[in-house]
């Protein structure tokens, strides 16, 4: 499977983002779909993951009423919608597939990862 997230880009706090990420491959709705970000001097950090369905999301609680996860598994693809933006949501985001069951610790391995985009939050 290969991930292409795209998306990111320059937006002023409390501003909307969408992000995406396609995944190549006809076995997309076997995999659950996770986001996590890195920020600079920080290490990388749960998001959001969905389940294979997109019937059950998580959230980190920083993001938990902003942000919203969602797929399309006809379209092979993953989103990320993010609102309310702040300036500790600046980082580059990362979606990432993990073959069954959903997993929401950067301790659980994700079998394939994107190569990220970035956001950027002006204050």
């Known amino acids: 499977v290969q991930l292409q997230a795209s998306g990111g880009g320059l937006v002023q706090a409390g501003g909307s983002l969408r992000l995406s990420c396609a995944a190549s491959g006809r076995t997309f709705s076997g995999y659950a779909m996770g986001w996590f970000r890195k920020a600079p001097g920080k290490e990388r950090e749960f998001v959001a993951a969905?389940?294979?369905?997109?019937?059950?999301?998580y959230y980190a609680d920083s993001v938990k009423g902003r942000f919203t996860i969602s797929r399309d598994n006809a379209k092979n693809t993953v989103y990320l919608q993010m609102s309310s933006l702040k300036p500790e949501d600046m980082a580059v985001y990362y979606c990432?597939?993990?073959?069954?069951?959903?997993?929401?610790?950067?301790?659980?391995?994700?079998?394939?990862w994107g190569q990220g985009t970035l956001v950027t939050v002006s204050s």
């Open positions: 990432a597939a993990r073959w069954g069951m959903v997993a929401t610790s950067t301790l659980t391995p994700y079998d394939y």
């Open positions: 969905i389940n294979r369905s997109g019937g059950n999301t």
